[in-house]
Every structure is written in structure tokens, then in C-alpha cells.
């Protein structure tokens, strides 16, 4: 079996002081856990001061963007360089948050997978269908280009993890089903060993949407889903551990 991964996105929140309060108590809450990897994901300014204090444990430090140059005039954006200066090890592209806001493209977040593995950062790539795709009965063909053309070009799939994010289930507190994530993360699985073969092994393929410490259970539960990307219930460092625990409990026992 993989080794689980369950990341929290803490997406725009928390202050350096509560974000490496949080990490803190994360860490501590931890120390324990066997099998698997704790991700967080702070806002960028909190990135190193989470670091002094989650480095050297088996927490792990994740940026939530970059961008796909190494430097120069693009204010505002942060190269992968400078979030792997920083601390981290991961990197989540191609949110949906900023696929709807910022107007990120397949094709700019295959750029950013690109340059992620080019400078050693390892990416989260996120796909997943809004209610409307869903309702047209597309989901299979909205997930399967998201990830063909996320990875267009990717032969080397070493250290890719994918998080199937339904839209409608992001902090609605809709989960998807676990026979609904299920079967997605089954169709995932499948994409990934026509394009990779045997090496498509590796990657992990979690469900982000509305997990709580008590849905974590049934959806870590099933076959295909590797572990969780969370965002609400990260933000609180007693709720998220026991989406920790509970997912060790299911994928590694
Ligand atoms: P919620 O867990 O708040 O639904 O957010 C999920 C998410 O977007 C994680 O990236």
C-alpha cells in the first residue's frame, strides 16, 4: 500500500503567531503517527517561521501556489525556488480556489508542475468537477483532461501526489460520498496507469471536500483514497489530528 498523506491547505489564514502555534501543536499532537506524511500548507509569510519549528519532525512544509519562473518582473508571485528556500517540500498547484480566482489554466499549472519537479519541490496537483459538470454527467471527462493535460509532457512521476477535489464538496460541508470519491479516485487510478504504467504505482491520489474527523474513517477506508487534503478542519489543531489518526488507522494497520 502507498503511505498515506493528509495535508492541510490552510489557505488564507492564521497569523505567523497562530500558524506556528498551530504547527507547534501539530507537531507535538503527532509525534507518534507512523506511516505516512503530515503536510501543511501556511500562507507565505508564515512559510519559515512554520519551518523553524516543524523541521527535523515528520511534519512537512508545503507552499499553496508558485509560480513557473525562477525570478525577475512578475510582481507579486513567488518562484519554487524561493518556496523550497523557505522550507518547503511540497507545493499545491492548480487549487480550484485559484483556478475560479486567479484564473489558472491547465495549461499554467502544468508549467507549475513542471517547474515544481524541475527545482525539487514535490506538487499536489488538484483536479475535480463543479456541481453543474456533475449534474451533466461529465466528471470522468472534466477529471480525466485535468489530469492529462496537468501532466502533459511528465515523464519522471516521482514524488507527484493528485487530490481529487470535488468543487461542490469544498467547505459546503458536502462530502462526497465515499462510493462517490471512490469512484472517481478508481477512474483516477486507472488515467494515471494508461499514461505511466507500472510507475503510476507511486503516486497518491487523495479526496479533499468537507473532511472531518468524522467522515476521515469510512473515505480513508476505501481502496483508492490515499489520505486527504483538507482545509477547514486543518485550521484547529485537535480536529485535524484526529483526521490524522484516523486516516493511520485505515491505510496503516
Ligand atoms: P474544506 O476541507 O474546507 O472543504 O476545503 C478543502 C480544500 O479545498 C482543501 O484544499
Known amino acids: 500500500m502507498r503511505p498515506w498523506m493528509v495535508a492541510g491547505n490552510w489557505k488564507m489564514n492564521k ?7 498551530l504547527a507547534r501543536a501539530i507537531k507535538e499532537g503527532t509525534a507518534e503517527v507512523k506511516g505516512g506524511e503530515i503536510v501543511v500548507a501556511p500562507v507565505f509569510t508564515a512559510l519559515s517561521s512554520v ?31 524561493m518556496a523550497k528556500d523557505a522550507g518547503c517540500e511540497y507545493v499545491i498547484i492548480g487549487h480550484s480556489e485559484r483556478r475560479k480566482y486567479f484564473h489558472e489554466t491547465d495549461a499554467s499549472v502544468n508549467a507549475k508542475v513542471k517547474k515544481a519537479l524541475e527545482t525539487g519541490l514535490k506538487p499536489i496537483l488538484c ?8 449534474e451533466q454527467g461529465v ?18 512521476v516521482d514524488g ?18 465515499p462510493d462517490q470519491a471512490q469512484e472517481v479516485h478508481s477512474f483516477i487510478r486507472s488515467e494515471l496507469d494508461k499514461l505511466y504504467g507500472p510507475k503510476a504505482g507511486s503516486l497518491r491520489v ?41 486516516t493511520a488507522k485505515k491505510r496503516w494497520s
Open 15 to 21: 497569523t505567523i503567531g497562530e500558524a506556528v502555534e
Open 51 to 81: 519551518y523553524g519549528v516543524i523541521k527535523g519532525s515528520q511534519v512537512r512544509l508545503a507552499a499553496q501556489n508558485i509560480y513557473f519562473e525562477e525570478k525577475g518582473a512578475f510582481t507579486g508571485e513567488v518562484a519554487p525556488g
Open 127 to 134: 483536479v475535480g468537477e463543479t456541481e453543474e459538470e456533475r
Open 139 to 156: 466528471t470522468e471527462f472534466v477529471v480525466g483532461l485535468q489530469i492529462r493535460r496537468g501532466l502533459h509532457a511528465i515523464e519522471n
Open 160 to 177: 507527484i501526489t493528485i487530490a481529487y477535489e470535488p468543487v461542490w464538496a469544498i467547505g459546503t460541508g458536502k462530502n462526497a460520498t
Open 206 to 246: 487523495l479526496y479533499g471536500g468537507s473532511v472531518t474527523a468524522d467522515n476521515i474513517g469510512d473515505l480513508a477506508a476505501m481502496n483508492d483514497i490515499d489520505g486527504a487534503l483538507v482545509g477547514g478542519a486543518s485550521l484547529k489543531s485537535e480536529t485535524f489530528i484526529s483526521i490524522i489518526t484516523g
